[in-house]
């Protein structure tokens, strides 16, 4: 029987490129998740209403 990868969905108001420690935090632990085959979706607000993907590692 195949393993599903774990599945992982973070929502926080600070994701970087905003500075401080939940952006900083959010961003390392979805890229740690990642790396071990998570699957992470992060969910933000962003001012100026623009989505922008992320791949997990803080980009």
């Given at each position: ?9 973070f ?44 791949n997990?590692?803080?980009?």
């Amino acid at each position: 029987m195949a393993t599903r990868p774990l599945k992982v969905c973070f929502v926080t108001g600070e994701y970087p490129p905003d500075e401080g420690g939940v952006a900083d935090y959010t961003a390392c632990l979805s890229a740690a998740l990642a790396a071990q085959g998570a699957v992470v979706d992060v969910v933000t607000a962003r001012g100026s209403g623009a989505a922008r993907p992320a791949n997990g590692a803080g980009d």
